[in-house]
């Protein structure tokens, strides 16, 4: 299955509210909350759970190499106190879920 890119055309965006629209006001209605309220609060929680799956991710980076950011972890490399595999590509990893972790708190930050 091919994946959807990051930002979704316009169509396609379009279709997709048409579709959740109904959904979301059921359940807004059953839950006797405005729909808006709803959906921001929605937001705010996947958000907030992608955040703590980040940070489980990261926590668990920092106890396996016994450091507390990809920084140290490539100076340990550098200087042999650490075998550069697989270390060098869980790195990357971390710098990706460190850039991931900065996008999500600002997204939380434009939710408040």
Known sequence: MMALPLK???LYASVIIMIMFP???DVAQ???IAPDSLWRESLGAY???ELRLT???IADLQ???GVFSPEELKAKIDSGDIYS???WEEMIEWENLAAYRARLARLQASLA
């Open 8 to 10: 979704l055309p316009a």
């Open 23 to 25: 959904v979301l006001e």
């Open 30 to 32: 059953e839950l006797n």
């Open 47 to 49: 958000i907030a759970r």
């Open 55 to 57: 940070d489980l991710d």
């Open 63 to 65: 106890d396996r190499y």
């Open 85 to 87: 595999h697989p270390a």
